[in-house]
Nanobody
Framework: VQLQASGGGLAQPGGSLRLSCAAS????????IGWFRQAPGKERELVAS???????NYADSVKGRFTISRDNVKNTVYLQMNSLKPEDTGVYYC????????WSQGTLVTVSS
């Protein structure tokens, strides 16, 4: 079982990135999937989640800027990040919410001019 995040990189403030979470050995539409972020020197936090029925929830810090979505055919969950801010910098992971699967390597997002 693995949930692998990808799509990170360097973005300028105000820019956009789209992250992907691909699952293997696990069907994403079976439960709640979350995107988590760990900023340098901080605890890992949940920033967005989506249920099997498509209901979404966001941390206040990303509400209105990030959009989580899922493609059950591709068994993939996405995180569209717009209007990026330097404080969005960190390693992004996907997992069930609450997290029950092994953590993958994550994908690094750096927002800097």
């Amino acid at each position: 079982v693995q949930l692998q995040a990808s799509g990170g990189g360097l973005a300028q403030p105000g820019g956009s990135l789209r992250l992907s979470c691909a699952a293997s050995g696990f069907t994403l539409d079976d439960g709640v999937i979350g995107w988590f972020r760990q900023a340098p020197g901080k605890e890992r936090e949940l920033v967005a989640s989506i249920t099997g029925r498509g209901s979404t929830n966001y941390a206040d810090s990303v509400k209105g800027r990030f959009t989580i979505s899922r493609d059950n055919v591709k068994n993939t969950v996405y995180l569209q990040m717009n209007s990026l801010k330097p404080e969005d910098t960190g390693v992004y992971y996907c997992n069930t919410s609450p997290p029950e699967k092994p953590w993958s390597q994550g994908t690094l997002v750096t927002v800097s001019s």
